[in-house]
């Protein structure tokens, strides 16, 4: 059977056809659920929407099973694992050991190492980590400062959200190194109001968003950046949540519409990614300076070293280096150009010279 493209999937959960059940599977990102086409749950926005073709990969990517459709079958194992993962969401805050777990699910630590990443496609451990970055985005969003997003979201030290967690989340720095090889990376293009785009991604999530004059000389920058990567055009039927998350951001672009919330494959240097995590929590319509980052990341005379991080960042709006200026106000640098650098700005309310 051929695949759905994302188009298809999108009118059929529109429809909430039954006659689609089985054959792929959509998450919300609002809600962090995943269901069946038919689901009679109240629909959501099509920007916040992402399509999977099967149970492993939504729950992979931190969805849950929705109550009212049950889109996993319902068994002893299954609704045991599930219970684990509801436990380490509520308890993210706290330190979770494998003897803990397996209590709950009435498993050896060992048995529920693996059977829970036979299901979940990460460990116990990788899972909390990821429950406790997506609460720290939400307190970040709410408005509270970095060190208390932090600690509330149950990261002991600052380290453990610029350090280990980040380096985890990525392509390895061995596999960058190494041209991406033995990476499928797919792409796609767009001409938004800042020029043409390209956004590629890897199975772990978007890997670079690059602006340029015209599509041939983004594809060129691509094949240099991951030249023993396997490049592939995405057409939807192999990566719909590529084709969505690239319509979403021309849609923020180009329309207004909300910044998109997508999954990152984030890849460079632990100080590199320090800065790019960082740069995450910049809201739209703030600005700052690059010594106030390095102030901020607890090394003060790296002012240097932040600029240098800024402007190898190669997901560009997604990771906002746009929004840091110099210590004047004044704009700096920009990898994609001074002009989009302004224009992006002033789309945020920020205007600067």
Request: charged share 25%; hydrophobic share 35%.
């Amino acid at each position: 059977m051929m695949k759905l493209t994302e188009a298809e999937m999108a009118a059929a959960v529109n429809r909430r056809d039954p006659s689609f059940d089985g054959q792929f599977y959509y998450g919300v990102i609002t809600t962090g659920i995943f269901c069946q086409p038919s689901c009679p749950t109240k629909s959501a926005k099509p920007e916040n929407l992402r399509f999977f073709y099967n149970q492993a990969s939504a729950l992979a990517a931190s969805f849950r099973p929705c109550k009212r459709c049950n889109p996993i079958a319902s068994t002893k194992k299954v609704d045991t694992l599930i219970n684990v993962a509801r436990h380490i969401e509520k308890h993210a805050d706290e330190k979770l050991t494998l003897v803990q777990l397996g209590k709950v699910a009435g498993l050896s630590p060992s048995q529920l190492q693996r059977s829970f990443k036979t299901m979940f496609g990460v460990s116990p451990k990788h899972y909390q980590d990821a429950v406790r970055m997506r609460q720290f985005k939400c307190h970040l969003k709410a408005g509270e400062g970095i060190t208390d997003a932090i600690y509330s979201s149950g990261f002991g030290s600052i380290s453990r959200v610029y350090g280990e967690t980040t380096r985890n989340i990525g392509m390895s720095p061995k596999a960058y190194r190494a041209g991406g090889q033995g990476e499928v990376i797919y792409y796609a293009c767009r001409k938004t109001s800042i020029g043409h785009m390209v956004m590629a991604a890897t199975s772990r999530g978007v890997c670079s968003v690059q602006f340029g004059d015209n599509q041939r000389s983004l594809i060129n920058l691509l094949s240099e950046e991951f030249p023993k990567a396997k490049l592939v055009l995405s057409k939807a039927q192999d990566a719909p949540e590529l084709d969505n998350w690239i319509h979403a951001l021309d849609n923020h672009i180009s329309h207004g519409a909300p910044k998109p919330d997508v999954p990152l494959d984030i890849i460079g240097t632990a100080f590199q990614i320090k800065v790019w995590q960082f740069l995450l929590s910049i809201k739209e319509g703030e600005v700052i300076s690059y010594g106030e980052i390095a102030a901020q990341i607890d090394n003060p005379k790296a002012v240097r070293a932040v600029g240098t991080a800024c402007g190898k960042n190669r997901i560009g709006i997604l990771i906002p280096c746009h929004r840091v200026l110099r210590s004047d106000g004044t704009l700096g640098d920009y990898r994609w150009g001074l002009e989009r650098k302004k224009a992006l700005l002033a789309k945020e309310g920020v205007k600067k010279q």
